[in-house]
Each structure stands twice: as C-alpha cells, then as structure tokens.
C-alpha cells in the first residue's frame, strides 16, 4: 500500500466519529428502551433479552459484510448506509416500545423488526469501518488506533446517555420517541460529515484490494480450521466467549435494578448508565495512557492488565449483588463507576492483546483471527444479555424477589469473569510439546512475512 493510500490521526479520527455515533444509538436500545419496556411497561425481562439477542444474531453476518465491500472496492457506501439502517432501526424500536404500550403484540412485531434493522446496521457500518481501517492505517498505528476508536464510542455512550437523561424528564413514550429521533439524526448527520470524502483521499483500491478476497473465498472453511488448530488462537477465543458473556449479562438488568431495587426514575437510571461508561472510559484512557510502557514490560504486561480487570470486573459485581440488601445508603453511583472503571481496563488490555495476536501464527490470517473473535464476542454478547434477563425472570418467579433475582445474577457474573481471569492468565505461555509440533508445521516468520509464532513466549505476543 502506497503512502498516499494511508490515514492519518485526524482520519482516524474521522473514523472514530462514525464509531461515537454509532454507539451514541445502539446504548438507548440496551438501556433506555430496555428500562421503559421492563419498568414502565412491566413487560418480562426475557422481552428486551429476546430482542438484544436478535440484534446480535443479525450481526453473524458480519464476516459477508466485509467480504462484500472489498469484492466493491469501496467502503464509503457500507457505511453511510448501515448507519441510515441503524438510525431509522432505533427510531422504529422506540414507536413500537410505545405502541406496545397498548397494543402489545403488534409492538412486539414492529420491536423484532427494528432489532433486525439494528442489528444489520451495526455489522454493515461497524464491520466496514474495521476493514477500512485494516486497510487505510499504517500497521504500525492499527494498535492506537483501535483503542482511540473504541474510547470514542465509549464517549458516544457518555453523551448519549447524558443527553437523553436531561431530556427524558418527565418521562413519556412521546418523549421517547423524540428523543431517541433527534439522537439518530445528529448520528447520521455526524457519520456523513465525518465520511465526506475521506476514502477519496487515500489512493483508489488497487485490483489486489477488489480481488484478494474474491481469490481466497474457497478457502475460508479451511483457513477457519487452521486458526483454529492454532492453540493460542484458540484459547483467546475462548477467553472472549467467556469474558464477553461476563460483561454482557449486566447490560440488559442494571438499569431496571436501579429502578426497581432503588426507585430511580428512567432518567436518573439512564444518568447512572452514563457514569458507567465514565468509569469504562477512564479505565480505557489509563490503559491507553499506558498501553508502550505495557508492551516494554515496565509497568507490567498487558496479560496481568488483562486478568487484573477481569478480578476487578469480579469484585465491583460481587459488591453489586450485595449493595441491593442495603438499601438507599449504598452508594450505587460509586459502586457503578467502579465497575465501569474495571470493565474499561479488561476491554483495553484485551484489545491490545487482540491486536498482537492477530498477526501472529500464519501469515496472512490477520483478518480471518479478528473474524473468528468477532464472531465469538457477538455471540457471547447477545447470549450474556438474554441469560441475564431470562435468570432475572426465572429467579423472581421462584423466590417472588426482584432484589434476590437481580443479586444473583450479578454473583453469576462475578463467577464468570473469576473464570475469565484463569484463561487469560494462560494465553501467552509456552505451548505444551504436542501443541508445539503443531506450530512447528507453520512456515517460518524469517520467509513468510515476519509473524512469530503464537507459542513464542515473548511480552509483544502476551496478555
């Protein structure tokens, strides 16, 4: 790739807009509409886990996503028009919320609908935007890169959410619909500034860009297979199927929570998820801030990062499950910024671990690993907020305590991210002599484009 084909900071961030607004829509699907369906509307919380569920189900299409905007060539389209999908799907699912109101199973019809939107909107928009990236920035940058993306969606959530509690008040399903209107508008209206020739700038795709993936289309079941037999790669995607179901599962209950266990109103709720992703956002710019020191080893390696969120993650949960039983005294604001706090470490750490990792093993299957842990983090991510709710559910109906449900949900999840903490504290080490034979089989690094292998128990290849 020719210089001039690259991005520099001010496209990245360009790019991260797009991600901030992106996030900016879907964090009122996965907290403020999913309160008003479970508090307000007294609907189950299997409800909104159902939908949540179908939005990441639609996304296992992603991998189709990115293979059809290189056979075009041009991402500039995928992402424009995912976001117009996305927008006009949060739009849709807050008109069905309130027509659930009085027609219940038709707003249910439209609200499957609106995820489907949703959901196809964020794997279009997301997914090209990833490639784009993969193709545009320098490898040396992709690293800081991805994290500068990711803390921009996290502010998206901040604003957002920040924004809709001011303006939610006193709340109405009127007011919801306006609002969640004016949110999806401002997004699109950002994503199209941000986009406004940003591609043209870089050189035009090459036919390498248009045809690289067309050629190796028949090999994708056994380029799967291969990652797979890799065992590191195998291992992180367990790692993510398991930490990812952990930090799934509050994001469906925490609002009702609030607002059942703590009598919070939907907008003070939506304030509390803002100052969530405050501590997630403050945790992913201290990891950040850090992130060189990490990978030289002088403040510890990006493996013992990685495992020390997951036991913070463990803790603020276990805190969490306990703060109901309290009562108002318990200071939940400070309880849920800390567990935002961990979260953002365990994200960012992960993240960089994802990033050297993925160029690691054999060569040119940089964009096959990234698919695979994509893959398993939408699955955990959805699966994580549907057993959430329906555990809620099941719970209450069993003991007829919504204070009993809620707390031991968030002590199931603090087991999880105990057992998230033992796999990440294995990936990075030395294979066992069997696995060993296996890399052995992969070409060299010295002939084959310089990727060590995933068994080399270096510090730039660690959690």
């Known amino acids: 790739m020719q210089g001039s084909s690259r991005l520099g900071w001010f496209g990245i961030f360009r790019l991260g807009l797009v991600q901030a607004s992106l996030g900016a829509i879907v964090v009122l699907d996965t907290s403020v509409i999913n309160r008003v369906m479970q508090v307000e509307l007294a609907l189950p919380a299997m409800l909104p886990g159902v939908l949540i569920g179908i939005h990441y189900a639609v996304q296992m299409m992603r991998p189709r996503m990115g293979y059809g905007s290189d056979l075009g060539g041009r991402h500039t389209p995928w992402i424009l028009g995912g976001m117009a999908v996305l927008a006009s799907g949060g739009v849709l699912a807050a008109v ?143 790692f993510v199927f398991v930490s990812m179901l952990a930090y799934g599962a509050q994001d469906l209950i925490l609002e009702p929570f609030a607002g059942v266990v703590f009598g919070m109103t939907p907008g003070e709720s939506t304030l509390l998820s803002s100052t969530q992703n405050k501590g ?89 690993r990234m698919g695979l842990w994509g893959a398993s983090q939408a699955i955990a991510m959805g699966l994580g907020m549907f057993l959430g709710t329906v555990a809620v559910d099941v719970v209450r109906g069993i003991f007829g305590s919504p204070l009993g449900a809620f707390a031991s949900v968030f002590a199931a999840q603090a087991v999880i991210f105990l057992a998230a903490a033992a796999l990440a504290a294995r990936i990075g080490q030395p294979a066992p002599a069997r696995a060993s034979a296996v890399e052995r089989s992969v070409p060299s690094s010295s002939g084959g484009g310089g990727h060590p292998s995933l068994s080399a128990p270096s510090d730039r290849h660690v959690i």
């Not at 390498?208 to 380029?223: L, M, V």
Request: charged letters at 10%.
């Open 96 to 238: 069905a919320t309130a027509l659930a109101a009085t027609h219940l199973i038709a707003g249910i019809a439209l609200a499957m609908l609106a995820f489907v939107a949703i959901g196809l909107g964020v794997g279009a928009c997301g997914t090209v935007l990833l490639v784009l990236m993969a193709k545009r920035v320098p490898e040396g940058r992709r690293s800081a890169a991805a994290t500068m993306i990711w803390i921009m969606m996290i502010a998206g959530f901040i604003i957002s959410t920040a924004v809709a509690g001011q303006m939610l008040d006193p709340f109405s399903l009127q007011r919801l619909i306006e609002v969640t209107a004016w949110i999806g508008g401002g997004a699109m209206l950002m994503t199209l500034i941000a986009m406004f020739r940003l591609e043209a700038s870089c050189a035009a795709p090459t036919e390498n860009d248009r045809g690289a993936q067309a050629q190796e289309a028949p090999a994708f079941g056994r380029a799967i297979r291969q990652i797979w037999d890799e065992p590191q790669a195998r291992l992180f995607t367990i």
């Open 280 to 368: 997630v956002l403050l945790g992913m710019l201290l990891i950040g801030i850090v992130c060189s020191s990490l990978v030289g080893g002088r403040l510890g390696s990006v493996r013992a990062w990685t495992v020390g969120g997951c036991l913070a993650s463990a803790l603020t949960l276990a805190l969490l499950s306990i703060g109901g039983s309290v009562g108002t005294e318990w200071p939940l604001e400070a309880n849920v910024f800390a567990l935002g706090l961990a979260n953002g470490v365990y994200a960012v750490a992960a993240i960089t671990s994802m990033m050297q990792l993925a160029g690691a093993g054999r060569a040119r299957r940089e964009g096959v």
